[in-house]
């Protein structure tokens, strides 16, 4: 399969320190699913009604984690009390274009009806079926018109690269193309091939704490609902929750994974090395995943990566990353090309992270901008030139003692991020 740039990440070939190969098809690449991505009109062009399966049978075990948020889509809370009372799952069934958030006891109505909607179309019980809602706060769904979607999408299901791109499509709000990508590994102790895929949207509103983002993973893998749990966890904190447009939690973040168990390896009970082997093949679509919401931030004219080491812990390192990555002066300023290390200083000191400024230094786009308390004598316009590139990063060193690093991403401010959201109608 050719790769454009923006699926090329540097984990696509397989070897021996790094053994994943990409592989095409998006959450319809691990055996066991099926998706369609339907219109059914809540949108004037795109496709807005995705249906993504289990095929196997039976249900999925299935994991996943949702907004801080405390006004919450009813689809939240809905999810989040199914997978207390059973971590499994035969479906999900989303919809793009309408949050279904603030709407009271008639949003919650909505949603369970939609539940069982995908449930007729698929012939299981609506407590097998998780939802999902993008878009509009504060307008309700018209039912009707996502009744005909919801059958469209049951009778449209396929294990197909094309059905996967559909799906894609399908949960977009602004976004500008579709964000999909998958792995295969071997798991060390059994040698069985696995498969990970997934799908994502996002491009405002976007500064998820999970603890309008949403990202839906399919595995083939055999593991215990703890340890899927656990795993998806461990992926999400490393790159959705460090991921940031514009700082505004969404109401409806969800992240989910279904496992359909079609791989058929020994059961992942423990943690060693089949475990580890899965965590770091997740957490690597899932970071890819990430990086692809923040390329297509808003109005973004280009991905921004924020690296922050020498600080006394992780947390710590990720607060000044991501008070940095959220700074408009240093979002605007990336957007104008402009190598204002004063903006990226400034928003390091005020993160509530002590640091020795005369020990820290700061690079941007390769080249460094401040050592030993004072700008260094950098070449203005050529670094200018270099900030042009469509992907750029920013490293921060905090000089301190401390081995705690972080990486977060995020994008520039540009005008179009503010016509976009002085027009969208909320």
Not at 39 to 59: E, F, H, P, Q, S
Not at 122 to 147: F, K, W
Not at 309 to 332: F, N
Request: charged share 20%.
């Amino acid at each position: 399969m050719a790769l454009d740039e923006r699926a090329a990440p540097p984990w696509r070939l397989a070897t021996a320190d790094a053994p994943y190969a990409v592989v095409e098809g998006g959450v319809c690449a691990a055996h066991g699913f099926a998706v369609a991505g339907v219109r059914c009109g809540i949108k004037r062009k795109r496709r807005d009604v995705a249906l993504l399966a289990c095929t196997t049978g039976w249900d999925a075990i299935c994991a996943g984690v949702f907004t801080q948020n405390v006004l919450r889509a009813p689809s939240v809370d809905r999810n989040i009390a199914l997978l207390r009372k059973s971590p499994s799952a035969r479906a999900v069934i989303v919809n793009a274009g309408n949050a279904n958030a603030g709407n009271g006891r008639q949003g919650e109505d909505d949603n369970a009806a939609m539940a069982a909607m995908a449930a007729a179309a698929l012939g299981v019980s609506a407590n097998a079926i998780l939802t999902a809602s993008t878009g509009v706060i504060g307008t309700a769904l018209p039912m009707e018109l996502l009744r005909v979607g919801i059958a469209d999408a049951g009778r449209g299901l396929a294990s197909t690269p094309e059905a996967a791109a559909n799906a894609a499509e399908a949960i977009l709000t602004t976004d500008t193309f579709e964000k999909q990508f998958a792995v295969c590994f071997s798991l060390p102790e059994s040698g069985t091939e696995i498969r990970i895929g997934g799908m994502s949207k996002g491009s405002g509103m976007i500064a998820p704490n999970m603890a309008t983002m949403l990202a839906f993973l399919t595995t083939d893998a055999v593991l215990s609902p703890p340890l899927l749990d656990r795993a998806l966890r461990a992926a999400v904190e490393v790159s959705f929750n460090c991921l940031t447009v514009d700082g505004d939690t969404s109401t409806n973040d969800s992240c989910v994974i279904l496992a359909s168990g079609a791989a058929g390896n020994p059961v992942i009970a423990e943690m060693g090395s089949d475990y580890a082997s899965f965590v770091d093949a997740l957490t690597q679509v899932c970071i890819h995943l990430a990086r692809e919401v923040a390329r297509d931030g808003e109005g973004a004219t280009k991905l921004v990566t924020v690296r922050v080491s020498g600080a006394p812990t992780r947390t710590a390192a990720r607060q000044v990353a991501k008070t940095i990555a959220e700074s408009p002066l240093v979002k605007t300023a990336l957007f104008g090309n402009d190598p204002n290390w004063g903006r990226i200083l400034a928003a390091a000191g005020r993160a509530g992270v002590p640091f020795d400024p005369h020990r820290a230094t700061a690079d941007l786009a390769g080249v460094r901008i401040f050592a030993q308390g004072t700008p260094t004598r950098f070449d203005g316009p050529t670094l200018s030139q270099a900030m042009a590139a469509r992907e750029v990063e920013i490293a921060v060193d905090l000089g301190g003692d401390g081995d705690g690093s972080a990486t977060v991403y995020t994008c520039d401010f540009s005008y179009d991020y503010v016509r976009i959201n002085a027009e969208y109608h909320t």
